[in-house]
């Protein structure tokens, strides 16, 4: 069984630019929640995609968009990057039909801002 | 709006001592209560699930209490070991919706050799 993976690991860009983040579930998972984590905070959620559709959303502006594609893997874009954004980006995926909705974690993309 | 607080944010405990760590929610309407670890730089690895009809938990070393009416967490790690170390991260998951995870700020916790 494959676990959930991110790429890349690390990310360094330009405010102003966009940016593309990319998960790939674990194997028969069908949701994937996107999460930001800025250093010494805990995880907050910005949205989540099922069935490739999005399924809800965190209290994040428009310019944080996503993707699930038909094999449930997933994409993040962030538009206009702000300083702010600099953070550790994870990926949730979690099997819907299951009691608990318990989510596996990616290890991460580490963004930067300057 | 759920918010989710940990206490110690910081904890430092010799080779082999019990400890136990606190989390406390403000919205008893949840789902389920997860831990997890996170070592530095690194992902969430999921600990334990304690659902809102159960009471506690147990993986190893590791016992979860959940008491919902206070809305409040403990978990319970027993001989702590060096290997031990890590920020210790609670969520609280909400009932509607995307059923997404509120999580506290983590208590860092280093066990000294």
Redesign the interface.
């Known amino acids: 069984e494959t676990g959930?993976t991110?790429s890349p690991t690390h990310l360094i860009k330009t405010r102003g630019q966009q940016v593309t983040l990319r998960c790939s579930s674990q194997s028969g998972h069908n949701t994937v929640?996107w999460?930001q984590q800025a250093l010494?905070?805990?995880?907050?959620?910005i949205?989540?995609y099922y069935r490739e559709e999005e399924?809800?959303?965190?209290n994040f502006p428009p310019r944080f968009s996503g993707l699930q594609f038909p094999n449930y893997s997933s994409e993040l874009n962030v538009n206009a990057l702000e300083l702010d954004d600099s953070a550790?980006y994870?990926c949730?995926s979690s099997l819907a039909e299951t009691?608990?909705?318990?989510?596996?974690?990616?290890?991460?993309t580490?963004l930067t801002v300057t | 709006k759920q918010e989710?607080t940990q206490i110690p944010a910081a904890l430092s405990v010799p080779e082999g001592e019990n400890l136990v760590l606190n989390c406390s929610f403000t919205d008893s309407a949840i789902?389920?209560l997860?831990w997890?670890r996170q070592d530095p730089?690194?992902?969430?690895?999921?600990l334990l699930?304690i659902?809102s009809s159960q009471r506690e938990q147990t993986s190893g070393r590791l016992n979860a209490s959940l008491d919902k009416s206070s809305g409040r967490s403990t978990l319970y790690i027993a001989a702590s070991q060096p290997g031990d170390s890590a920020t210790y991260?609670c969520?609280a998951?909400d009932q509607t919706?995307?059923?997404?995870?509120?999580?506290?700020?983590?208590t860092r916790l280093t066990v000294i050799p």
Do not use: C, D, M
């Open positions: 959930v991110q929640s999460y010494g905070q805990g995880p907050q959620f949205f989540q399924n809800g959303r965190g550790l994870l949730a009691s608990g909705f318990e989510q596996y974690f990616g290890p991460g580490r | 989710v789902y389920n997860q997890f730089g690194k992902g969430l690895t999921s699930l659902q991260l969520a998951r919706g995307a059923n997404n995870l509120f999580f506290g700020t983590g």
